[in-house]
């Protein structure tokens, strides 16, 4: 293994391999779909230190970028900086994964009915797919859920992928991230807890907590795209949001803070109380987080993770349980080697795991989506 913390980053690039970076970026997290980095090479004039040629890298260029041999971005460079001054010279590259290419670019104008999340993904990120590269590839978590139907959903002119595929998931209460390897993961965390618990005065070098209920609401509704359907049993409009038999209720808001949501695709009427109950959670779990920083990356040997669970115990902060790691950012330069963690309630990411999209069961079709472009939509 590499001694240094420099020398645990790999670049690959062109079949070239490049460590001995000064600086190093490093995140991955489940809100995005693109794990992204930034490294730094400097050396000063006249040093028999290797120095990274600038004419080795372009932009556009399929890189990889590995910590301790554990690829974490698998896509491509987006842009090379060379400088110098008087004492050193310098070079500066960032990129992310090969899914930062739906963050940027437009989305077929098109339209799905009755198709899960997975199939509508797979024909969004289909035009996407690389020479090189092949096609990005997708994994629902667990292993055989069945994701859920979306009765109706267009793509708007000038949407992007990404925004496509964000809107069905929060409709759907699924997440989409990066698999580090130029892949997406749908579904939501099988979680596994770490090793090492975190402890003030004994492995966290700086902690911050947030505690807000600015995004929090006494009852949420949502209201269907097709007249006349609610998040509740009481079904047509006019109805009244102080109404608890509708919604999804916040027990820890006593005042009156309402929220009317329209949905953000055509779903079945189970799957907008579904929306409703994971906005609730969704809220309650992003208004109580903590930042956590400590020395190094590794855990017993092994990287710190999205997707994992810890033991959180800070008197200070107020916490006292296991939380999930939402986003992971690694570091490297003047400041030392840290890891800094985002951690959130469990609850805050996604449906319970007892739910019923759980169950593995057999596909009533394996026909791929249909969709329909808008060049030849008739009106």
Not at 71 to 93: E, L, N, W
Not at 279 to 292: D, K, L, P, T
Request: glycine fraction near 8%; hydrophobic fraction near 30%; proline fraction near 7%.
């Amino acid at each position: 293994m590499p001694e240094t913390a420099a020398d645990l980053v790999t670049l690959r690039v062109n079949n070239t391999l490049h460590r001995g970076w000064s600086t190093v970026d490093i995140t991955r997290s489940l809100s995005t779909i693109s794990n992204a980095f930034s490294l730094t090479v400097a050396n000063d004039w006249g040093s028999d230190s290797p120095t990274l040629n600038s004419t080795l890298l372009a932009p556009g260029d399929i890189c990889q970028v590995l910590i301790n041999d554990q690829p974490v971005v698998t896509g491509y460079i987006d842009s090379v900086k060379p400088s110098y001054d008087a004492k050193q010279h310098q070079i500066s590259v960032s990129g992310r994964d090969r899914t930062g290419d739906l963050v940027d670019c437009s989305a077929d104008v098109q339209e799905w009915h009755d198709h899960s999340l997975d199939d509508i993904v797979r024909a969004l990120i289909a035009p996407f797919s690389h020479p090189e590269l092949g096609e990005i590839g997708i994994r629902v978590v667990p292993e055989g859920r069945l994701l859920p139907q979306v009765a109706k959903h267009s793509v708007h002119p000038g949407d992007t992928v990404y925004s496509v595929i964000e809107r069905l998931s929060r409709q759907t209460g699924c997440l989409v991230w990066s698999d580090g390897t130029g892949g997406l993961i749908i579904g939501n965390p099988e979680t596994t807890e770490t090793a090492a618990p975190l402890q003030r005065g004994v492995n966290i070098l700086s902690a911050n907590a947030s505690n807000s209920w600015s995004k929090r609401y006494r009852n949420i509704v949502v209201l269907s795209d097709t007249p006349g359907k609610t998040s509740g049993p009481t079904g047509t409009p006019p109805f009244s949001l102080s109404d608890p038999a509708i919604g999804a209720r916040d027990p820890e808001i006593t005042r009156y803070r309402p929220l009317l949501m329209i949905a953000e695709a055509s779903v079945r009427d189970d799957l907008l109380q579904r929306r409703a109950e994971w906005e609730r959670r969704h809220n309650a779990g992003q208004g109580q987080s903590y930042i956590v920083t400590v020395q190094g990356w590794l855990q017993d040997g092994q990287l710190w993770t999205p997707g994992q669970t810890v033991s959180l115990k800070d008197a200070w902060l107020g916490a006292d349980d296991n939380y999930l790691i939402s986003t992971v950012n690694f570091k490297h330069g003047t400041g030392g080697t840290t890891t800094t963690l985002t951690v959130t309630p469990e609850s805050a990411l996604g449906p319970e795991p007892n739910d019923g999209y759980y169950k593995k069961k057999q596909q009533d079709s394996s026909e791929p989506p249909t969709n329909t472009s808008a060049a030849s939509q008739k009106t």
